[in-house]
């Protein structure tokens, strides 16, 4: 044992006794840390994350610098500069021998501008208002009101809506009429340039903020389980009590908001169960069912022919189950919906939210009984628990010895999360509880996060999503999870590609950006088609998201038209529309551009443009990029469907924007916004030629899919044997 | 003659120099034995999990300027997690049950002999956990994590030489503080 040889160490180790003690320190190893796998794949995901944006910074330093945001710092510190000197020079020189005044702005030359501030405009000595103002031009046309700071150097120009357009290049001249305080006119006109950010994304719809105290899930002991080994309760649907039973089969129900509790049954109650209306709950009570209906406070009654194991709603109607399988009350009494196998020892685990079809063990295993057809599928592998349904029955989980997994009614595993004891919340978030963590986790093992520390075992979510119940020491405790972030949306997901897509064209790097195409999206870029990369002059310095719909869900799949600006000088010439189809790869589940076709070129700068537009089923918004002429609007602005027929709707104008409403767009019907040469500007300038943008009917814009397939290959951190709590 | 698990990893080294995004390679190569390293060091899950995210974060940033003088890639890693523990050490007092340990010699000794060196070796290590920090993390990286005197030094920021002190240092302060240890044979 101390015979230790290091020949490292010969020389410092040379004691007996020395090498004894290094033999020990040899012997002994520390077992493998805990380790939480969702840890390990998250910091992953994080370095990932990092390592993309680092790629993205590594552009060579004069294409970062010419790049926009390069020129956006470029010129945004020529301004300051140039308005710093113009100070200077301000302060250096006496009235009436300062020569030629000099223009200077803050976001001279900038991108990004921010569309909800006055447009400053500095001299370097004071200005005469009235020849000033006249001087100014704007393009686009711009209604706009104009102040001066105290020393009449700095015109602060701010438009009459408020906001400036999207999207949108503005050059703001003053002319050669504008006048010193000492009526020295301008040498030459002086021209600022600058183009302003994307309109603001459509509110998400947010979880409401809630107060974080001392106590920031504001748990609350509520009640005694009297011993109950298992947790059997269930949320009334305004999520403000529980149903329990507690281990002296007593029926409660408890407040949640003050704790006052009420026997609905004293004793030999099991498998509460409330409807999915919320107007009454079903139990078991010495082998019949009871059904409290809430309003009347009438109890009905089935006595079925062998005692009753578990209760459910299909709908409106009770379910139960016993020891031969699924039933319901009709008009003819009890009668059975399906069988359960005969053979072996099964047990009936839990029945799903709506009915549909029920959990049992046979011999160990856990099968998914289809109440309809009465077949059975084998879920898991031997000695997996059940541990819970999603809330609309499509899915359910059960815990392996190292896992618990989300699988679909086939068996067939979507993902895999910490095994844990679980509840599936209305808003997809999973509650993972043990003895010493919570944790909340989306379906598909995202956003897995720590909520708190601490016992929380066998938790249920409230209808509400919001609060929980759990089970610490022997009390029922309710608390609040705070939200996950919200999940994107799939046109959230394509922007993000899409995006990506051009940020490669614009870089010129045309291999990068073909890697967001599929086959289809190649072919539409091949040699003779579509160019990946644009050269030439006026050449392409900007590109912006003119619209994006949800069009399709199987596959998911994101129709975006995409405006390529080409500059000529500083000044953008011309915009050339692309329309992107963005759709879901069905194996990796990424989106890649599937289709893809080219407009007409249209030159820019010669009267309104639209530079957005914001399409849902019963409304379409289009901003344009001038203070338009109201009166131009209706007549000049519609919808019409693939037979060029005129939809029929409500158009309305205001700051920039008009709005098509009373629409009933078809998902996936072919439309077509018309903007006709008739609509005019404030200054009176038509619309160049007649502009069409082709849309189809949106679907709905939901939160993306679980992304069958996909693990989070996460294994334990909060070790606990889930219960069928939840059932 | 190279060493082809060395060439390997330089090669892997090299790529992400070049490309940041595939550290991910570097990161699953080498992040158990960080973790573990860094859980001996500060004994909580929270701890160890914020240092190691620190030290593959750092690594990751630093990548560019990481320079191959022939040691292992991981010696690197440690060195990041020697100081980013050092950051720590101050706050972080780490706490450890004598359970914690694993004695690979188990097989063979009867089972008192077997009882005897089990608690013998608690006794070392729980010793460990009291030596200076410097001792302490010189001896881990020698005796549970395997590492060369050279690659040691690398980490610890260190010469050769002042390990090996550190290293006969520990050991000797270990065998005078553990004079009532019995041998087992």
Known sequence: MNAYHDPELDDVLQDADLRRVASLLG????????????????????????????????RSWFRRAFAPPGIAWAGAVAGVLLIAAVAVWTSTQQNGTLGPPVVASNIDGKNNVALAQPILVSFNQPMDHQSTEAAVQITPATSVVYAWDAKSVTLQVTPVSGNLAPNTQYQVTIGPGAKTAGDQKLASPQTITFVTQPPAASPQPSPTPRPTPANPLGEKQIASMSGASSLALQWSADSQSVYFVDGKGAL???????????????????????????????????GKIEILTFASGKTDEIA??????????????????????????????????????????????????????????QSGSLFILDVSSGKSTSVGAAHDTFAGWSPDATQLMYASADHLVIADLQGATQSTLPVAQASWSSGDAILLGGDTTVYEVRPDGSNLTRVSNGTYRSPVWAPDGSSFAFVRGDSLWVATAPALPPEPTIVDEAT????????????????????????????????????????????????????????????????????????????????????????????????????????????????????????????????????????????????????????????????????????????????????????????????????DLDLLGPVANRHAERKSGSSASASPTPVASPSAASS | MSDPSRDEERELVERAQRDPRLFGALYDRHFQQIYRFVYSRVREQTAAEDVTSEVF???????PRYQDTGRPFAAWLYQIAVNAIADRYRTLRPTQTLDDFHDLSVAGPALEDLAAHRDEVRRIWALVEALPHQQRTALLLKFQEDMKIEDIAVA?????????????RGVTRLRDEASALRPVE
């Open chain 2, 156 to 168: 610890m920021g260190k010469s050769p030489g002042a390990v090996k002190l550190l290293i006969h």
């Open chain 1, 27 to 58: 012997t002994a190893r520390t077992p493998e840390p805990p380790l939480d796998e969702a840890f390990r794949t998250g910091l992953r995901r994080q370095l990932m994350q990092e390592a993309w944006s680092m790629a993205e910074g590594r």
């Open chain 1, 496 to 691: 993000t590609v899409v995006k990506k897509f051009m940020d490669a064209r614009l870089g010129d790097k045309p291999v990068d950006a073909a890697a967001y195409l599929d086959d289809n999206g190649k072919k539409a870029y091949a040699p003779g088609k579509l160019n990946l990369v644009i050269t030439g002059d006026p050449h392409f310095t900007r590109y912006y998201l003119l619209t994006e719909e949800a069009v399709g869900s199987q596959p998911d799949t994101v129709r975006f038209v995409v405006r390529l600006v080409l500059t000529h000088g500083k000044k953008d010439v011309s915009g050339v529309e692309e329309t992107l189809t963005v759709v879901r790869d069905s194996s990796s589940k990424q989106f890649l551009v599937d289709q893809a076709t080219a407009g007409a070129q249209r030159d820019l700068g010669k009267g309104p443009e639209v530079v957005s537009v914001d399409v849902t089923a019963s409304t379409i918004q289009v901003t344009f990029d001038s203070d338009l002429d109201p009166a131009t609007v209706n007549g000049g602005v519609s919808v019409v469907d693939a037979k060029g027929n005129p939809l029929d709707a409500a158009v309305t104008y205001s700051n920039k924007m008009v709005t098509i409403s009373g629409l009933d767009l078809k998902a996936g019907a072919r439309y077509r916004l018309v903007v006709m040469s008739s609509v005019r500007d404030v200054q009176g300038q038509k619309v160049q030629a007649e502009y």
């Open chain 1, 252 to 286: 409660q129900v408890v407040s949640i908001k003050n704790g006052t509790a009420t026997v609905v049954a004293p004793s030999g109650a099991s498998a509460p169960s409330i409807s999915p209306a919320g107007d009454r709950l079903a139990y078991i009570l010495s």
């Open chain 1, 304 to 361: 079925p022919a062998a005692p009753p194991t578990l209760v459910g709603w299909a709908g409106a109607r009770v379910v139960w189950g016993q020891s031969d399988g699924i039933y319901e009350q009709t008009g003819g009494g009890p009668t059975q919906l399906a069988p359960l196998p005969t053979t072996g020892a099964v047990t009936l685990i839990s029945i799903a939210p709506d009915g549909g079809h029920a959990i049992y063990g």
């Open chain 2, 57 to 63: 974060m750092k690594a990751l940033k630093a990548m």
